[in-house]
């Protein structure tokens, strides 16, 4: 008789078993209910801040730039090194989450970076705070403040690049500095600038040493004489605002047996009608890629915005462009932007107060 009792179970069991795909199921009275597993977060469901919050910040050195205010100064981070290029720092996700993210790992209080100038370490800047701009900017990155550790010979220069000083030990003391003839110079840059202006069949200035907006000397490597970068603007002036007409001329020389004593070796023209206003100065220079030959910082004045760019020699011993900071729709309105009023301890939100 226990044969029957024994089927009518295992009956039971596979009605069960034969149930579990439904959502709900009514047994003695009870609605027991069977919920799938929710889906694994995928990556094209994250938001912007889940992605900014979840990508990686810069493992290699980062090359800042500092720009004295007041009676401190001011920093922001340029670009990641990497071998003979500069990378930007752009984040795919959330750039404010992203930039306090950054804020946190390199730029806390109290760190400490190397300052150089022409090449060479000056002192030493200390974050005292940092902080993301307010406005929407590209590129978003954070600005420190911060205080000055100089000697004496820096008491003139106003602006510096900087690495954190981890990683600074060896940079900035195998280039070494080369005689600048600079009265020399500024007589054979019109001569060189003439020469590529007349190939480009562009308009000549009218007056070669109003043209000429910077002769900046710097280190050659393997040879006794310095070359120098120059800037040629017609119709244009060096820094933001004006139009689109006219065409900035940058280029570097490098000393050479020739008849002018230099010889170019690096062109960028740019004719404003087809490229838009772009006008290049130099800001200093630094061997960060530790090849023995300095690389240029530069920054390039559009009518609305400014961003930086950097020039570098290659493994084959061609310059190039390593390094355009540019964003497709504009950049940010000066390299080092305003920053908020720091809080005041203990105060209120402004949306809490009545």
Known sequence: MKHPRRAGFGTVLLIVSTLTGCDNIGWGGANVAVVPPPPKPSAAHQTEAEAAAAEALPTRPVLYYVARAGTGALLTPVAELDK???IPIR?????????????????????????????????????RSA??????????????????????????????LALAKAYS?????????????????RFVAPILAERMLRARRAQLPGSWQGAMEQVFPFPASGRADAGF???????????????DAGYGLFFLAMPTASQTGWDTIYVDFRNYPETKKAAIRVIDYLDWTRDDQVELLLQVYGTRDTWFEAVA??????WRRVLNDRCPAGSRPALI?????????????PDTLE
């Open 84 to 86: 003979d290029s500069l």
């Open 91 to 127: 984040p795919t996700g959330a750039a404010r989450t992203f930039a306090e993210r950054f804020t946190a790992e390199h730029m806390r209080q109290g760190a400490e970076f190397d300052l150089f100038s022409r090449g060479a370490r000056l002192g030493s800047f200390v974050i």
């Open 229 to 243: 970068a120059a800037t040629f603007l017609v119709g244009d002036t060096l820094g933001p605002g004006l139009d």
């Open 131 to 160: 902080r993301v701009p307010e406005q929407e900017l590209c590129p978003l990155l954070p600005v420190a403040e911060g205080t000055l550790e100089l000697g004496m010979a820096a008491d003139s220069v106003r602006e510096f």
């Open 337 to 349: 932007p305003p920053l908020p009023a720091p809080p005041v301890p203990g105060a209120l939100p």
């Open 169 to 185: 030990p060896a940079v900035g003391t195998r280039v070494a500095s080369a005689p600048a003839n600079l009265e020399r110079m």
């Open 313 to 318: 020699r290659d493994d084959a011993g061609r």
